[in-house]
């Protein structure tokens, strides 16, 4: 929609309308879609629970169409992020300075890049071997049994906690990456920060992981090198894009 140059506040009013009902048309087409192919969505979420259990049980009798919806309104939402943030790009864009939209755009292509990278390594890395280490600790000996049983309810709203919690870790290079296009941080700021970050690291790890030194160690150490990846990223795009500057 061409913006006059000096429209009426009802113009804007306008057409702020029209792009909350594209949205919301967006929301219920998928989620009218995501509800006819429901059966394949829960068998793609409980996949890597698939090798240790067979079946999903719910005690109360709405409980399986409850979860069922549950799911179809997160993967509804997670699946028009990019259309809502089209919508609110084409609102606001017209505001933008050139430099502005360039940077705008950057920091767009990467929330969507390690959004996309986090579902991708929740349902296909991280939750299989997660299942695969915590199941370890069922046991069977002799009259003694301690088992797991899944039910539906539990199984996916513990799915999601992984994916919410995987999302907002990932998105911490955005952030900062929004800090160093702004000039409000540069590179070498953060590096006078080391040790805290690794303390960080270390009390992230304690508060996430089982009581087991071992994978606390292995996820302390993973969180560090990740934070030293991000680094390293930020000094290659600094040096490329800010070296005449």
């Not at 996309?116 to 002799?142: A, M, R």
Request: charged share 10%; hydrophobic share 50%; aromatic share 18%.
């Amino acid at each position: 929609m061409k913006i006059p140059e000096k429209a009426p506040i009802n113009f804007f009013i306008k057409e702020m309308k029209w792009r909350l009902c594209y949205t919301f048309l967006s929301v219920i087409i998928t989620f009218t879609s995501c509800y006819l192919v429901a059966p394949d969505l829960l068998f793609w979420i409980t996949k890597p629970c698939q090798n240790f259990q067979t079946h999903f049980v719910f005690f109360n009798i709405p409980e399986a169409l409850y979860t069922t919806l549950k799911v179809c309104a997160l993967v509804s939402l997670c699946t028009v992020i990019p259309v809502f943030w089209y919508q609110l790009w084409s609102f606001l864009v017209p505001s933008f300075t050139m430099s502005e939209r360039v940077r705008v755009t950057r920091v767009s292509i990467l929330f969507f890049v390690l959004l996309s990278l986090s579902i991708y390594w929740t349902f296909s890395i991280g939750t299989p071997l997660l299942v695969e280490f915590l199941l370890q600790y069922q046991v069977h000996q002799g009259s003694f049994i301690l088992k797991y049983q899944a039910t539906l309810a539990s199984y996916v709203s513990w799915v999601w906690s992984c994916l919410l919690l995987v999302s907002l870790l990932a998105q911490c290079p955005t952030i900062l990456f929004i800090g160093l296009l702004w000039g409000k941080l540069k590179p070498e700021n953060i590096t006078k920060y080391r040790k805290l970050i690794f303390l960080l690291c270390i009390c992230l790890a304690a508060s996430l992981s089982p009581p087991d030194i071992v994978l606390q160690t292995v996820m302390t150490w993973g969180l560090w090198l990740y934070s030293e990846f991000i680094i390293l990223c930020f000094f290659i795009y600094n040096a490329l894009f800010f070296k005449n500057q």
